[in-house]
């Protein structure tokens, strides 16, 4: 028996916001950047506390999978290759830089005020496409899950142009990165920890069967591709940290990681072009089932699971690259 | 028996809720880093266990009863095994836990 | 009911963050993060049910996995005994052999 509806989230709201505005400050002030670094995770967390409190589940979700994760983790491992103190010579006060983010900020807060008020049932964005979004899902495509629909479906182009966008950015770090480099120098406190090996074993397979999970659950709850292949590498991050990177790469080895890197979005084209082929516009899943329901089911799945496999594959392979640098 | 099941779920939450305070108010008043681990443990295991029992009560018997249980499962097992990694990180590169200082006794031989 | 729960979790996480930002040693500060995590599973798994949304268990779920990773990520990354000059009682302490 849960207590319904809805509550006031006001206070809740002022105090997640100012826990933001302390870490803001905290993290500027820090000269310990590893410190900076760790406050910057708790800011995710709390981010995705605030997304979940204006009820956009889906984005905390994948706030709390990459901001929470991948992004401390990358960060950390950024940090181990460089300095660990922010430079002095950087945190002197300038004068002309701060007039100029002052009048920027000024600018910007002005011209918010002429957006509609959060939350105006009035506002555009309430007037055209979101009703019909809304209403039509049902009819048209038939997942519950409306943001998936939506992500998936009614705007999949640019839902293509997102995962072009994460492949992308990783052919520009594999450029910037990649290469051959030598191993990692070996030891640090807990190689070998027998405690840690075994709640790993234990924890990996269930990381894995969870990304399934959000992978093929995300057209009735929260999830989707993209929250679905970071906990996937999550999981192989995990098995790398304990496990070391040797035993690793022996399992995910360069080329199927490259391979999969653009396979998701060669997935995700091909579903548009098979829509083509039959008739369709691009990217149009009706022709692809037998009724056009059946049609827009198939064509989510195949684009997420493109999605999922794109992400988790990016996920690894930059982890690894930033593994694989050698400590200088 | 709604009214005994909310009366424990009440006594589950609150006693959680309880325990988490002091788990929190631990980490931040005990003087070593290697106490304050102590303490953060309270949370990972009591704290979320009161509490997500609590929440269980209100759920019933359902699927959400369920996804609660992992996620407690979920924190029993990563919340113990991350502070055991941390404290022996922590020893191992040699950070030294506070004894404490016998004070000196005036009544002993100087 | 929910409402004093939450207000519980919300202190506490305030409590974690001032510890976050003074600790001493870098491990404090790790330990902070871990602990504000596991609030942070506790704080969604309440607000979901003080707004009837229960499908936001998955949410703590993945919240609960992410924060392990990423403390385990904290302890393998950082050279704590070369970088420790200056903001932990590392000082000059060698680095345990393993």
Redesign the interface.
Known sequence: ???????D?GL?DI?LLA?LV??TF?IIR???L??AV??T??FS??S??LF??L?A?DV??TE??VG??IS??LM??T??LTE??SNPRYNRLELMPLLVVVLTGAALVYGTFDMPRFGDPEAPIHQYMAPRFIEQSGEEIGVPNIVTSVLASYRGYDTFGETTVIFTAAIGVFLLLGGPRRGLRA???????I??RI?AK??IPF?MV?ALY?QF?GDY???GGF?AGV?FA?AI??YT??FGFAKAQKIFRRRPLELAVAGGVLLYGSVGLTSMALGANFLDYSPLAHDSVHGQHRGILLVELGVGVTVAAVMVALFFLFVRRR?V | MNNVLDLISWMCLLSGSFFALVSSLAVLRLPDFYNRVHGAGITDTVGAGLILLGLAFQAGFSLISFKLALVLVFMVLTGPTASHALAKAAYRLGLEPVVSHQKEDPTSAA | MFSAAMAAILVSMAMLLVRAVQGPTVFDRVLSVNSFGTKTVLLIAVLGFLSGRPAFLDLALVYALMNFISTIAVLKFSRFGRLGQGHSKLEGQPMAES
């Open positions: 028996m849960i207590d319904p509806g809805p509550i989230t809740i105090v826990f302390a870490i905290a820090l000269r310990d590893f410190g760790m406050l995770g708790i967390l709390i995705a506390g979940m409190v009820d589940v905390a979700f709390a999978a929470a994760g401390t983790i950390l491992r940090l181990a660990t103190r030891g640090d406190a807990l190689r070998n920890d405690i840690l709640g234990a924890l990381i969870f959000v659950h709850g929260p999830g929250q906990i999550a991050v995990l940290l304990v400590q």
